[in-house]
């Protein structure tokens, strides 16, 4: 019996040189996704460029941060935002009070307790729908429950209110999102050891999505502290600082924006494109912080 010298392998190399065609392919769909990234970058690079150097002459100005615009004439330069800042941020603090427990809690009941039930289905339905409901509707739906069938004035809490309504979606798609990545081996371990359902949750599941659920929270929260409909119909708008939250004008940040509108003078420009400078910082603020926050909480859940 004589034996066979093999001259090649019998199997072809797991590794092949690639052709030609596919690396042109791949050298256009990434020269297309850079364009892409690139015109998407161009209006937003714009946008920021102009507020800031139109706005920052404002926030400059000593009293920018410290003072209101009472007593001051459509023409007279000076005063600041500091009436504005406080509005904003009482209506936003309230409106996160309410709305991330609820958000929360909405979320994990339908990822961990609805599975296919019928209250489920219907939950995540009317999610859906609050998703897509324009701030205008939730206004005019808080001005009707609010002021015209329980005789409640016009308030910045009648705002937050309205503001409810546009970030709990948004927190319980975020947060329903960042518990469905958990994996379900961490839940199966848990309840192999004995631990309760709720402590698995409370302890494993909610510690890990923490970072994630902290991140939409924070950008909800951002989202919503720029609108400006339901301050026109539910609250109005003060040039000076008012701290109530259950009745009076208060004044906003894009309130400020909307009233300086109509006023053609320099005040005017400068008190529209420093409130813009201002609400931008504020977010950016809060996005720092979501970061920061989630960063801490990693760390945290690794020791």
Not at 21 to 39: E, Q
Request: proline share 5%; net charge positive; with cysteine.
């Amino acid at each position: 019996m004589s034996t066979t010298t093999l001259t090649s392998p019998v199997k072809a190399p797991a590794f092949q040189r690639v052709s030609g065609r596919r690396r042109a392919k791949d050298t256009a769909a990434t020269v297309l996704v850079t364009l892409s990234v690139v015109v998407a970058l161009i209006p937003l690079a714009w946008v920021l460029i102009t507020v800031i150097s139109k706005g920052l002459p404002a926030l400059v100005s000593p009293t920018w941060f410290t003072n209101s615009l009472s007593g001051l004439t459509a023409s007279s330069m000076g005063g600041g935002i500091y009436h504005a800042l406080v509005g904003t941020l009482l209506q936003g603090l309230v409106c996160a009070v309410i709305s991330i427990p609820l958000g929360v809690f909405v979320a994990i009941y339908l990822v961990e307790y609805a599975g296919k039930s019928r209250l489920g289905k219907i939950t995540t339905f009317m999610v859906d729908i609050l998703s897509g409901v324009p701030s205008i509707v939730a206004a005019l739906f808080i001005y009707a429950l609010w002021v015209s069938t329980f005789g409640m004035p016009k308030s910045g809490f009648a705002v937050s209110l309205s503001l409810v309504l546009l970030m709990v979606p948004v927190v319980v798609r975020s947060t329903e999102e960042m518990l469905r990545i958990v994996p379900q081996d961490l839940r199966e371990a848990s309840y192999a050891l004995g631990v309760p359902k709720w402590k698995t949750i409370a302890r494993i599941v909610l510690p890990t999505s923490l970072a994630g659920i902290i991140t939409g929270i924070m950008l909800a929260l951002a989202r919503v502290m720029g609108e400006t409909a339901p301050l026109l119909i539910l609250v109005g708008y003060a040039p000076f600082i008012n701290f109530g939250l259950f009745g009076g004008e208060q004044g906003t940040l894009p309130g400020v924006m909307v009233a300086e509108m109509n006023n053609p003078t320099a005040a005017g420009a400068q008190r529209i494109w420093g409130a813009a400078l201002t609400l931008i910082l504020v977010i950016a603020i809060l996005n720092i912080a979501a970061k920061l926050i989630s960063r801490y909480s990693q760390v945290g859940s690794k020791k």
